[in-house]
């Protein structure tokens, strides 16, 4: 009798039977056969919190094909994904299968973090029992997040309009997002100056540019036009004397292999690739692509990890290949250590290629085009991880005028190390440019003195990869949940993507603010990532699922009464604008609609006019000295305009400031 192995993915199923022969029959579950029913809660309340599971519609003829095949086989292995999803999963398929009813029959859960012959043959050694602590804690997400949503965005639904929702990870994040639009909206600019000089170098057609320090002691801003040209009237009748010339070396390590949140970065800054396209490309290279000459194998191990390990079989493919490539020289001395801290689970190793030797050149043909780049970002960054840290040859000069310093200083690649693979997007790694030839002592006549006006900026808007980057540093979420989340809140039309930018749509304030007003604990990051930290405690063994949720579930409630109870009463009709119908006469009010407010006519069925809903914001237009409004682009995002548009062109992304703010600004 064969050995039945069940995989998650249908596209594992041909490359493992290809490792395997006829020994072993491969099937594919397609993800979860069992979850929550989607017309209720699904949790038993009165029951000590007892989860209702029944079988995903559509999942039915699968489960039998599954049961047929187990008939058949005297040994089972569940070898779904190697983590918390992927263990919950096999338990689930433990149970739908009836497995422990089958008598005679050995069951056994296996995992392997990268799809290859040996990797897989390893885990046929290697079986052990379903990791239940596993389970309990993606069961513990799953229970904690439907007992949010399905109490807070009934809510939602009554309040602002049918088909929102709020979420124990996707409310923090926006409300992160909206801290952030916040203060861009609220960020007074400050200014600056800053100021260089050209000096003239004997024989050097170029010459010296140099750039304001301060004091000779001290450094020094320059915050008005008043202080930068006087200083700059006494430096330019000045000679420039050479003060200093130190040079020196400087080291830069080499990065560590990618995490899932990393990749995502990175590849949103290189490759201009949305979350969502990383996550789904990465799982076709892991799942496994046609190789000329070997087959499909998958070609990267498990893209949801946030451990920058690798394993010591890994090491050493990796320092074979650099030492055929580039020699010893470029070799780095030991493995760079897995980050540390209590937000890493270290279960998983980090993402890299399965097989070093396979190049981007060499498998360029068998990839479509983004399967490509990404798997060159990962296979370059992986490289580069074994190999010396670069280093720079640095020459820093002081030069004073007077009682004023300047300064210059160059960068130049002494040794570039892993910048031969893998080069970061940044001046210093670039930086050839050599100053010339100087020795303390040295004056030199200046040709031109400039100063430069500028004003501070607020904080960026998020993209995709930053909000990433700070979910994950505030502890919200865990690698397999930052594409998904963001995807939710650009869906659900919270969110707009501009370019790389991500702003909030009026919608969203909305949600955010009833979150805020009736939910503040479910918006604190605090709060979620104490959560994550508490889940990890039931992974590890340490904490039983149900006691964090029979804490969470009474404090939900409560506060989903008393916002029940609360919205009622402020709950009123239609707010009546000052604005007519054009059709028939009415004051038209303002609604809610999936892009935010807009204006209606209350004759609504027999007059059926809308018209976008243009909210005065008290400050006159600096062009035309209109009212400034409002306004909202097609997708959503919020921008200020006049009214008088198109008479008048006067737009800006930035609130505008009253004339007696901006007044005092200039």
Same mark, same amino acid.
């Given at each position: 009798?064969?050995?039945?192995?069940?995989?998650?993915?249908?596209?594992?199923?041909?490359?493992?039977?290809?490792?395997?022969?006829?020994?072993?029959?491969?099937?594919?579950?397609?993800?979860?056969?069992?979850?929550?029913?989607?017309?209720?809660?699904?949790?038993?309340?009165?029951?000590?919190?007892?989860?209702?599971?029944?079988?995903?519609?559509?999942?039915?003829?699968?489960?039998?094909?599954?049961?047929?095949?187990?008939?058949?086989?005297?040994?089972?292995?569940?070898?779904?994904?190697?983590?918390?999803?992927?263990?919950?999963?096999?338990?689930?398929?433990?149970?739908?299968?009836?497995?422990?009813?089958?008598?005679?029959?050995?069951?056994?859960?296996?995992?392997?973090?990268?799809?290859?012959?040996?990797?897989?043959?390893?885990?046929?050694?290697?079986?052990?029992?379903?990791?239940?602590?596993?389970?309990?804690?993606?069961?513990?997400?799953?229970?904690?997040?439907?007992?949010?949503?399905?109490?807070?965005?009934?809510?939602?639904?009554?309040?602002?309009?049918?088909?929102?929702?709020?979420?124990?990870?996707?409310?923090?994040?926006?409300?992160?997002?909206?801290?952030?639009?916040?203060?861009?909206?609220?960020?007074?600019?400050?200014?600056?100056?800053?100021?260089?000089?050209?000096?003239?170098?004997?024989?050097?057609?170029?010459?010296?540019?140099?750039?304001?320090?301060?004091?000779?002691?001290?450094?020094?801003?320059?915050?008005?036009?008043?202080?930068?040209?006087?200083?700059?009237?006494?430096?330019?009748?000045?000679?420039?004397?050479?003060?200093?010339? /130190? $040079?020196?070396?400087?080291?830069?390590?080499?990065? !560590?292999? #990618?995490? %899932?949140?990393?990749?995502?970065?990175? =590849?949103?800054?290189?490759?201009?690739?949305?979350?969502?396209?990383?996550?789904?490309?990465?799982?076709?290279?892991?799942?496994?692509?046609?190789?000329?000459?070997?087959?499909?194998?998958?070609?990267?191990?498990?893209?949801?990890?946030?451990?920058?390990?690798?394993?010591?079989?890994?090491?050493?493919?990796?320092?074979?290949?650099?030492?055929?490539?580039?020699?010893?020289?470029?070799?780095?001395?030991?493995?760079?250590?897995?980050?540390?801290?209590?937000?890493?689970?270290?279960?998983?190793?980090?993402?890299?290629?399965?097989?070093?030797?396979?190049?981007?050149?060499?498998?360029?043909?068998?990839?479509?085009?983004?399967?490509?780049?990404?798997?060159?970002?990962?296979? /370059? $960054?992986?490289?580069?991880?074994?190999?010396?840290? !670069?280093? #720079?040859? %640095?020459?820093?000069?002081?030069?004073? =005028?007077?009682?004023?310093?300047?300064?210059?200083?160059?960068?130049?690649?002494?040794?570039?190390?892993?910048?031969?693979?893998?080069?970061?997007?940044?001046?210093?790694?670039?930086?050839?440019?050599?100053?010339?030839?100087?020795?303390?002592?040295?004056?030199?006549?200046?040709?031109?003195?400039?100063?430069?006006?500028?004003?501070?900026?607020?904080?960026?808007?998020?993209?995709?990869?930053?909000?990433?980057?700070?979910?994950?540093?505030?502890?919200?979420?865990?690698?397999?949940?930052?594409?998904?989340?963001?995807?939710?809140?650009?869906?659900?039309?919270?969110?707009?993507?501009?370019?790389?930018?991500?702003?909030?749509?009026?919608?969203?304030?909305?949600?955010?603010?009833?979150?805020?007003?009736?939910?503040?604990?479910?918006?604190?990051?605090?709060? %979620?990532?104490?959560?994550?930290?508490?889940?990890?405690?039931?992974?590890?063994?340490?904490?039983?699922?149900?006691?964090?949720?029979?804490?969470?579930?009474?404090?939900?409630?409560?506060?989903?009464?008393?916002?029940?109870?609360?919205?009622?009463?402020?709950?009123?009709?239609?707010?009546?604008?000052?604005?007519?119908?054009?059709?028939?006469?009415?004051?038209?009010?303002?609604?809610?609609?999936?892009?935010?407010?807009?204006?209606?006519?209350?004759?609504?069925?027999?007059?059926?006019?809308?018209?976008?809903?243009?909210?005065?914001?008290?400050?006159?237009?600096?062009?035309?000295?209109?009212?400034?409004?409002?306004?909202?682009?097609?997708?959503?995002?919020?921008?200020?305009?006049?009214?008088?548009?198109?008479?008048?062109?006067?737009?800006?992304?930035?609130?505008?400031?009253?004339?007696?703010? %901006?007044?005092?600004?200039?």
């Amino acid at each position: 009798m064969p050995s039945l192995i069940i995989v998650e993915s249908p596209a594992k199923v041909k490359t493992i039977k290809k490792f395997l022969g006829t020994g072993y029959d491969v099937a594919a579950s397609g993800g979860h056969v069992r979850d929550l029913p989607k017309s209720k809660m699904g949790i038993d309340i009165e029951n000590d919190y007892e989860p209702q599971y029944i079988t995903i519609r559509g999942k039915g003829e699968v489960l039998a094909d599954l049961r047929k095949r187990v008939k058949k086989a005297d040994k089972i292995y569940l070898a779904t994904d190697p983590d918390r999803e992927g263990e919950a999963i096999a338990w689930h398929l433990y149970y739908a299968l009836k497995l422990n009813e089958q008598e005679g029959k050995q069951v056994y859960r296996i995992s392997f973090n990268e799809i290859t012959k040996t990797a897989v043959k390893a885990a046929l050694k290697e079986p052990r029992q379903i990791d239940m602590n596993l389970v309990d804690a993606q069961q513990t997400r799953r229970i904690l997040d439907r007992m949010v949503g399905y109490s807070i965005s009934p809510i939602l639904w009554a309040k602002v309009k049918r088909g929102l929702s709020a979420g124990r990870v996707q409310s923090a994040a926006l409300n992160m997002v909206c801290d952030r639009e916040d203060a861009i909206s609220a960020f007074v600019p400050e200014e600056y100056w800053t100021m260089e000089a050209d000096l003239e170098i004997p024989g050097d057609k170029k010459g010296l540019n140099v750039k304001f320090y301060g004091k000779q002691d001290e450094k020094q801003a320059l915050h008005t036009e008043e202080e930068t040209r006087k200083i700059e009237a006494a430096v330019r009748k000045k000679k420039f004397e050479v003060a200093e010339v /130190r $040079r020196g070396e400087r080291t830069r390590k080499a990065p !560590a292999p #990618f995490t %899932t949140s990393t990749l995502q970065q990175e =590849a949103a800054k290189v490759l201009n690739f949305p979350t969502g396209k990383t996550m789904r490309l990465a799982q076709q290279l892991y799942e496994g692509v046609e190789i000329k000459g070997s087959g499909q194998v998958g070609i990267i191990s498990y893209l949801r990890t946030d451990s920058t390990r690798i394993s010591d079989d890994a090491a050493r493919m990796r320092e074979e290949y650099i030492q055929e490539t580039f020699g010893k020289d470029y070799l780095g001395t030991k493995q760079q250590a897995a980050q540390k801290n209590g937000k890493i689970q270290d279960a998983h190793e980090a993402i890299r290629p399965t097989n070093a030797s396979w190049t981007p050149a060499y498998l360029k043909d068998n990839l479509s085009r983004d399967q490509f780049r990404l798997y060159q970002l990962i296979w /370059r $960054r992986f490289i580069a991880s074994g190999m010396k840290e !670069a280093r #720079f040859e %640095t020459t820093s000069v002081k030069l004073n =005028a007077g009682d004023y310093r300047f300064t210059a200083s160059d960068s130049r690649v002494a040794f570039d190390g892993f910048l031969s693979v893998y080069t970061e997007d940044d001046e210093e790694s670039k930086a050839t440019k050599k100053l010339p030839p100087l020795k303390e002592g040295d004056k030199l006549t200046c040709l031109d003195v400039r100063s430069t006006q500028h004003f501070t900026q607020p904080e960026p808007h998020y993209t995709e990869a930053s909000l990433v980057r700070a979910m994950e540093e505030a502890g919200i979420g865990r690698p397999s949940t930052y594409a998904p989340t963001i995807t939710t809140l650009l869906s659900r039309r919270y969110l707009v993507r501009e370019e790389k930018n991500l702003y909030v749509t009026e919608l969203g304030e909305v949600v955010n603010h009833m979150m805020r007003q009736s939910f503040a604990v479910f918006t604190q990051t605090e709060f %979620t990532a104490n959560m994550e930290t508490l889940l990890d405690g039931v992974a590890d063994g340490e904490i039983a699922w149900k006691s964090i949720v029979r804490n969470f579930y009474p404090d939900l409630d409560e506060a989903v009464k008393k916002a029940s109870e609360d919205l009622t009463k402020v709950k009123v009709a239609d707010e009546v604008s000052d604005t007519p119908c054009e059709v028939c006469g009415r004051m038209m009010v303002i609604k809610y609609g999936p892009y935010g407010k807009f204006l209606a006519c209350p004759g609504f069925p027999e007059c059926k006019n809308t018209k976008p809903f243009l909210e005065k914001i008290g400050v006159k237009c600096p062009k035309c000295g209109g009212e400034i409004l409002l306004k909202r682009t097609k997708k959503g995002r919020r921008y200020y305009g006049c009214e008088h548009n198109p008479e008048c062109d006067f737009m800006s992304w930035q609130r505008p400031k009253p004339a007696e703010e %901006t007044a005092a600004i200039s």
